[in-house]
């Protein structure tokens, strides 16, 4: 029954914690010589991995897959279900059965390359087995993000060097940013991995716009929906068009956040780290 509830409450997963512990201390107390299963006494580590079992995640996400995913799942996913995974107009991915049935790809590549066009959920027939596997280890690595609380002090992001990561940040971010960007910029986080996840996507402020031409006119609004198949938007006097995309109609996307999307798929997974390390100096 406890698994029941935990399954259904993962994200809330600090009370399942509360719970286990409870359990636990239920199970092995009275239990003279036997050693004592504490979760206040156990490694970071160890307390992970248990949380891990208790919870069924299934194995641990392979991290340095999961960073070759994320610029995939910026540029392909983020729009429909947000750039955390928690949804957006497509739905969360954190709660997906698709991603929870999945352990390394196996289940989500194929499911991804066929998508469902027809609810929305566009084909990735173009992209690698590797892409998809590697876009799927990021998704886990979410999911363990919220689920897992323990795992939070294991994932030591901080392996960067942050003198390399100033010097990157005033090469390759002051073309767009001022100094105002990164003032205090640690202390806006409670964690380096909500710092990383931030800065490497930042949440959506500015709206996406986009004019769009077609054989009978033009509209132009703010997107609420695109696909390579389909935009949707809401013009200014409210109303909602949706428009099937063919060779005589031109979409014209304004997106703020686009540059630095693209910044984004430049970033060698040695540069992200400098750039947290040096970010997480800046209280
Ligand atoms: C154009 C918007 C859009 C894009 C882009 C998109 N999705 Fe989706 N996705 C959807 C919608 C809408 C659904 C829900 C379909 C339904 O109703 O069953 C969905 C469903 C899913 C599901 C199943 C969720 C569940 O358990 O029901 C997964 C997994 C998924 N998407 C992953 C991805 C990944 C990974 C990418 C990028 C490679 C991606 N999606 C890109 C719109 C999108
Ligand atoms: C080509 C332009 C461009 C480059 C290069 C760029 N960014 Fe951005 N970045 C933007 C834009 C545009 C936004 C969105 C600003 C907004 O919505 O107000 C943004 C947003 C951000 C935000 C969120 C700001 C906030 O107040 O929430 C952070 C943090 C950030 N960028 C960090 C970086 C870092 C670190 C680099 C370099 C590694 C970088 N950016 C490089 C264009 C860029």
């Not at 206040?40 to 991290?63: C, D, H, I, W, Y």
């Not at 084909?123 to 897992?148: K, R």
Request: hydrophobic letters at 40%.
């Amino acid at each position: 029954m406890r698994y029941l509830i935990c399954a259904v409450l993962v994200a809330l997963s600090s009370a399942c914690m509360a719970i286990v512990v409870a359990g636990q201390q239920a199970q092995t107390g009275g239990q003279e010589g036997v050693q004592q299963l504490d979760y206040r006494n156990m490694s970071p580590e160890q307390r992970a991995a248990a949380t891990r079992a208790f919870l069924g995640l299934g194995s641990v996400p392979n991290k340095v897959a999961a960073g070759r995913g994320a610029p995939l799942y910026v540029k392909n996913c983020a729009f429909c279900h947000g750039r955390t995974a928690r949804g957006a107009t497509g739905p969360s991915l954190i709660t997906s059965d698709q991603v929870l049935a999945d352990d390394h790809g196996e289940h989500l590549a194929p499911f991804l390359k066929k998508g469902i066009p027809e609810k929305g959920m566009p084909a990735f027939a173009g992209m690698s087995d590797q892409q998809l596997t590697d876009i799927a280890e990021l998704l886990h690595l979410q999911v363990e993000d919220v689920a897992n609380r323990g795992a939070y002090q294991v994932v030591n992001i901080l392996v960067g060097n942050p003198a390399k990561g100033k010097a990157y940040v005033e090469d390759h971010c002051m073309s767009c940013h001022t100094a105002g960007t990164f003032d205090h910029i640690a202390t806006r986080f409670h964690s380096p991995e909500q710092l990383q996840r931030n800065w490497v996507w930042p949440a959506r402020g500015a709206e996406m716009t986009a004019d769009v031409n077609t054989s009978s006119g033009a509209i132009s609004g703010r997107v609420i929906q695109v696909s390579d198949f389909r935009i949707a938007l809401v013009d200014s006097s409210g109303r909602a068009h949706a428009v099937d995309r063919g060779p005589n109609v031109i979409v014209k996307i304004h997106d703020p956040l686009a540059a630095h999307q693209e910044m984004v798929m430049t970033l060698a997974n040695g540069d992200m780290h400098n750039v947290t390390a040096y970010l997480e100096t800046l209280k």
